[in-house]
Every structure is written in C-alpha cells, then in structure tokens.
C-alpha cells in the first residue's frame, strides 16, 4: 500500500508543476522512469499474497450479489469478468 501511495505521490510531483508544464521543460527520460517506477510499484504490490485474497473477496461478494438480486449464473459471470476492481476505493 505504501508503495502505491508513494507512486501516486509521483505521479502528483510530475503533474503539479504548471509552470514546468506549460514551458515543456518536462524532461521525457526522467518523465519515462517515472512510470516505469510507478508500474513497477503497482505490479508488486498487485501481485501480493494480501491483494490477491482481498481481490477474491470482492469478486466473490460481488457475484453472490448479482445472483442474490435475480441474475442468473451466467450473467452474473459476465457482469463480474466485465467488471475492473475499485482499486483505491477504500
């Protein structure tokens, strides 16, 4: 979670510097290992043991949910696989 905090916190330092933006002074290496940092940060801790077991629950939740309010199986199936995770929706 920090990781995502801190690559979040990048994404903000890059974009919140209006003069260095409206000057095109951002530097495009430094933007580029930027992200790189950013992804390689959400990856991890995308691919954690914790994020996948909370991600089970919400996909679980949400299908038991849709068959709890009249769909049937296969559409709740299709509705979930269709379905992004609220990822930073707390």
Known sequence: M???ILSFAVIGLL???PSAAQQNQ???DQLKKSIE???SAM???LSSPQMAT???KFYKSF???LIEQGFSEADAMKIVT?????????
């Open 54 to 56: 909370a991600m089970a």
């Open 63 to 65: 299908y038991d949910s």
């Open 26 to 28: 951002i530097d495009p």
């Open 37 to 39: 940092v950013m992804f």
């Open 15 to 17: 974009f919140s510097t």
């Open 82 to 90: 269709s379905t992004p995770l609220p990822i930073g929706n707390k």
């Open 43 to 45: 990856l991890d801790v």
């Open 2 to 4: 920090k990781k995502i």
